[in-house]
């Protein structure tokens, strides 16, 4: 049985913890460097943000979370992109159909996104605009890396983002059970975890 979501708290609100910095820094040990990457809004995917900012080497990023933007340009190694269109100020990023369109102009090799909900069925947003950003970053993308706590597994958002099938890497906290992992098995799909790595 699948649990709804529960709402997202305002962006500002959200707590940090060794959880996100972990997941942020397993993903950056992830990204080869050079890599082009559409950097996707939340409390974990900013900590990835933070982490970026404080090393040396280059990426091309492709963003329209304010707060993440706003840390990583202070590294003069990346190169950086920041999207228009209206703001949301929950999620404290840009919304709607401009800032889809100038996403439409990137051909990225890695859309990193965060979980808002994970189950079987795939990954799904609490509203429409924002799963549309998301789908169109998929698009516009190679690969997608899903990022985010275990806390997210086994529910469900409104609005679909894409099917399982879609994602390339999965990193968490933990594995996931019952259907969800029995899902990832079946496709493949590789998981790592912050103990390790699973195949």
Known sequence: MLEPAVEPLPFLQRPRNEIKTALARRTLEVLQPGTSLYLDSGSTLLELARQLAAQPRPFSLVSAALDALQVLSQNPALSLHGLGGEFDPLQRMMLGA??????????LQHAVMGICALNEHGLSAPTAAEAALKRRAIIQSEHLIAVGGSDKFDQQQLHQVCDLARLDLLICDALPAGPLHQALTDLEIPIVILEASVD
């Open 98 to 107: 401009e800032t889809e369109r100038q996403l439409g102009q990137f051909r």
